[in-house]
């Protein structure tokens, strides 16, 4: 026997020893993967039952926290809705102060116009009742500059009338006197010449005494006739003089009425210009109250009504079903023995690789005496 066949041999019984004592030690494999599989399965079913009550305390745990959710949101909102509505309420209000004090200054600028009016109108009347009363003494001084005028006339033509009566006395006394003394000389020549009749004188002498006596009244007749001519040049002088006194008086009456008619004309044009800018400044001032009258006061656009907040809504939490959670995931038994089985959890016995490792170990042998399967034989 050559050493390669024992070598070979020697490595089948050594193979079919070792496939001996892996039977052996796969099946105290067996057991112990059953007792690792139960383990295992009673371990699952403590993590299963741990995870169910995890699931259910997250599901409590969400179902609170849902419900506070709701109550923070619903008191979030509310008190948006609550602060919305403040602020709505707020700004109405100010919108309705903004009127009011709006308003109250209108009508205090419309107070205040009117009393300003009022003031003016008084302020107007206060200055044309000083025109008209500066005017009605003006016109109290012109009637009696117009009285002392005509009192001075009359006093001047009743001077007048006085001095020509006097002077027409006079000059026709002076002028009786003188007829009365042409009388008395003509008388007194008569006597003479009655006398010179009555003595019987003649010739001569009676003649010389006629003519004498007729020379002597004839002077004194010339004499008056010279003083009456220079008394009437005199009164005519004189009564020229007064004609001429009172038609200056006439003049001069004249013009103090135009002068009084040009005062009056001029006064009255002052009086007019005075009146205008009377009614200018109040039309002015007037004009001036009514630039502080204010706008009418506008109630401002309501603000628009705050929509209420939007309410979310929110996904209930599913409620795991025990059962069914069960059922997926509650490990058995005989679902690991299929699953780790193979693995020294109870897996049969295989003869076909049981002869394998058997020829295995004689190819081994025999290789390890120094046998080759590639040597050809004699």
């Known amino acids: ?54 699931i259910s305390d997250a599901y409590k745990r969400s179902i609170d926290t849902l419900e506070i959710l709701k109550r923070n949101t619903g008191k979030q909102l509310d008190w948006q809705d609550a602060n919305a509505l403040r602020e709505w309420g707020l700004n109405e209000e100010l919108r309705f102060d903004d009127y009011r004090r709006d308003a109250a200054a209108y009508n205090q600028s419309v107070e205040d116009y009117y009393t300003n009016l009022n003031f003016n109108d008084i302020s107007a009347n206060m200055a044309y009742e000083e025109e008209k009363l500066f005017m009605e003494d003006f016109h109290i001084g012109q009637e009696f500059e117009k009285k002392d005028d005509v009192l001075e006339h009359q006093k001047i033509l009743q001077k007048d009338i006085t001095a020509r009566f006097s002077l027409r006395r006079q000059q026709e006394g002076f002028r009786a006197k003188t007829a009365f003394e042409d009388q008395q000389d003509i008388l007194k020549g008569l006597m003479v010449a009655g006398k010179i009749r009555s003595t019987g004188a003649v010739g001569r002498s009676a003649r010389k005494a006629v003519q004498v006596a007729a020379m002597d009244v004839g002077s004194r007749q010339a004499m008056r006739a010279d003083a ?49 800018r009377i009614a200018a400044n109040k039309y002015s001032a007037d004009l001036q109250a009514k630039r502080g009258i204010m706008s009418e006061p506008v109630l401002g656009r309501m603000t628009p009504i705050p929509f209420e907040a939007f309410r979310p809504e929110f996904q209930e939490p599913t409620k795991p079903d025990k059962e069914k959670f069960y059922e997926d995931h509650m490990p058995h038994l005989e679902d690991e023995n299929k699953i780790y089985g193979d693995r020294g959890a109870g897996a049969p016995g295989n003869p076909w690789m049981d002869a394998g490792n ?7 042998g025999y290789m390890g005496a120094g046998g080759d399967f590639n040597a050809q034989t004699p």
């Open 358 to 364: 058997i020829i295995m170990s004689g190819v081994e």
């Open 228 to 276: 009456l001519l220079n008394s009437e040049s005199i009164y005519y002088n004189e009564m020229k003089k007064l004609h001429n006194v009172r038609e200056f008086a006439k003049k001069q009456r004249n013009l103090n009425i135009d002068k009084r008619a040009a005062s009056l004309k001029s006064m009255l044009k002052a009086s007019t210009l005075r009146r205008d």
């Open 1 to 54: 026997m050559s050493l390669a066949a024992f070598g070979l041999g020697v490595g089948i019984v050594k193979g079919v020893s070792s496939v001996w004592g892996a039977s052996e030690r796969r099946g105290a494999a067996q057991k112990a993967g059953r007792e690792r599989n139960q383990a295992r399965v009673e371990y699952g079913k403590k993590m299963v039952r741990m995870s169910w009550d995890n």
